[in-house]
């Protein structure tokens, strides 16, 4: 197996026993069997960025995404929105600035 894939293993094996014990005692087993059978496959197709993309994904989601597509759970699945897209912070400012410098000239 290429080095680069089982670096990337040990990384995603890592990253699987980080999650919460709950569900490692469910699915810790399948996690790990899924990441060992996805690299090498991902490695052929998408090279390096695929990898990364893989461990990526497992380390954002920490067991919420992959439980709740188990589990079937409706709590799991109310996932609050907490970040702010910069370009619509930043349209929306020179939007309101904008429309402040308009006024100050008719007026």
Known sequence: MNACVQ???????????AYPHEFQMLYGEDLERMGEDAAPEIW???????LARLLADIARDGGGDVEKAATGDPKLQEKPSTRKSPVKKA?????????????????
């Open 7 to 17: 670096f990337c293993l040990r990384l995603y094996r890592a990253l699987a026993r």
């Open 44 to 50: 052929r197709r998408h090279g390096v960025l695929g």
């Open 91 to 107: 349209s929306s400012k020179k939007a309101s600035a904008g429309a402040g410098s308009k006024q100050r000239r008719q007026g």
